[in-house]
């Protein structure tokens, strides 16, 4: 979790909600890693998540990522939550709940949905404070 509050501090110099992931490898290896640039890039599925998945997935070779683990600083909203279904993650652990748009326990909970055909274990809470403080500080400054 602290590699993804690293990436997390990367969004706020362009402006954008400093959330960070990274996807770790079966082995524990990282294989991708991102943090929002939807601002630096204007591309509105910019998302931690979506980047280090698309990342990983890139250094793989393979769209599939089963076994992989992604660690995020903020609970992933309904699109990330598909892409880390389509992708069979293993396992997703966020730090942060997302009270107004969160797909993995919160307001939702796409990701254990039993209608789907992969489901990936949720770990919440990791380091709750540590991830939350840069968003409030974030969202107090607008």
Not at 19 to 45: H, M, S, W
Not at 71 to 83: D, I, K, N, R
Request: hydrophobic share 45%.
């Amino acid at each position: 979790m602290r590699l993804a509050l690293a990436e997390a501090e990367r969004a706020v110099p362009a402006g954008d909600v400093p959330v960070g992931a990274v996807l770790l490898g079966p082995d524990g290896r990282t294989l991708g890693t991102g943090f929002n640039e939807r601002e630096a890039t204007g591309d509105p599925t910019a998302h931690a998540e979506v980047l280090a998945l698309r990342r990983a997935a890139a250094a793989l070779g393979e769209w599939r990522l089963p076994g992989c683990t992604l660690v995020v600083t903020l609970e992933p909203c309904v699109m990330c939550a598909g892409a880390l279904v389509q992708s069979r993650v293993a396992r997703v652990v966020y730090g942060a709940r997302d009270e107004k748009a969160g797909a993995a326990g919160s307001l939702w909970d796409l990701v254990r949905d039993r209608r789907l055909n992969h489901r990936p274990e949720v770990i919440a809470g990791v380091l709750e404070e540590e991830c939350s403080a840069p968003l409030t500080a974030f969202f107090r400054q607008l």
